[in-house]
């Protein structure tokens, strides 16, 4: 038989993974908004060589980049949700979260210093 206190002690064990998972997913989709929105001029913009060599492979359609970016970004979310379990759970999601800072900040125009 489960005790009632079982739930909030789960959530508070998992809370802090949580709200990184949160942030991580949102910048995520920050990310493929800002694809989408900038369309062609994004090469401009786009820090990642894997990305541009992606552009290029899909024979420079935006779409089918999104649609990658979304299904890594899909597979990603899902791993880090299976991970959650792990010794070192909370080295990768921080790791995950710095990664993800530094997308948003080359990309936010609010928080971009350049």
Not at 11 to 35: N, P, Q, T
Not at 37 to 43: A, M, P
Not at 50 to 60: D, I, K
Not at 93 to 103: C, D, E, R, S
Request: charged letters at 15%.
């Amino acid at each position: 038989m489960q005790n009632e206190n079982d739930a909030p002690v789960f959530f508070k064990k998992y809370a802090f993974l949580h709200i990184l998972w949160v942030y991580i997913a949102w910048v995520a989709g920050y990310d493929l908004f800002r694809c989408l929105r900038d369309g062609e001029q994004f090469l401009d913009m786009e820090l990642n060589p894997v990305v541009s060599v992606l552009y290029e492979l899909l024979g420079s359609s935006l779409i089918a980049l999104c649609l990658v970016k979304f299904v890594g970004s899909c597979i990603c979310m899902t791993a880090l949700l299976a991970l959650r379990n792990a010794k070192r759970a909370v080295m990768i999601y921080v790791a995950m979260a710095l990664i993800q800072t530094g997308v948003l900040l080359s990309y936010c125009p609010i928080l971009s210093p350049f």
